[in-house]
Nanobody, 121 residues
Framework: QVHLVESGGGLVQAGESLRLSCAAS????????MAWFRQAPGKERAFVAR???????YYVDSVKGRFTISRDNAQNMVYLQMNRVKPEDAAVYYC???????????????WGQGTQVSVSS
């Protein structure tokens, strides 16, 4: 059974940094594309970043240069380093895994329960 467990969310001031973590189990982690999505109240779940098995990375334009996705295949972990956080980054952040690639939630088979990121201005 696949489990994805996010951690690291919380309240952060605008301009500061936060690091999200996702612990994966029950899957051949190194072969999966891992991604972060986010969902703000009243909005659809949206792509933030992904990292392929070969460590190619992709970001939504709004976080380029501020967020960094990384993975540790030895520990089955994926991270999202969030720098210079903005109020519009506030959302529930979800970790997701896919045997393929993509920018849409339907491209991802496995999901975590989410972690809340709140930003004070």
């Amino acid at each position: 059974q696949v489990h994805l467990v996010e951690s690291g969310g919380g309240l952060v001031q605008a301009g500061e940094s936060l690091r999200l973590s996702c612990a994966a189990s029950g899957l051949a982690f190194s072969g999966y594309t891992m991604a972060w999505f986010r969902q703000a109240p009243g909005k659809e779940r949206a792509f933030v970043a992904r990292i392929t098995y070969s460590r190619n990375t992709y970001y939504v334009d709004s976080v380029k240069g501020r967020f960094t996705i990384s993975r540790d295949n030895a520990q089955n972990m994926v991270y999202l380093q969030m720098n210079r956080v903005k109020p519009e980054d506030a959302a529930v952040y979800y970790c997701a895994a896919s045997g393929n690639n993509g920018y849409f939630p339907e491209n991802y088979k496995y999901w975590g329960q989410g972690t809340q990121v709140s930003v004070s201005s």
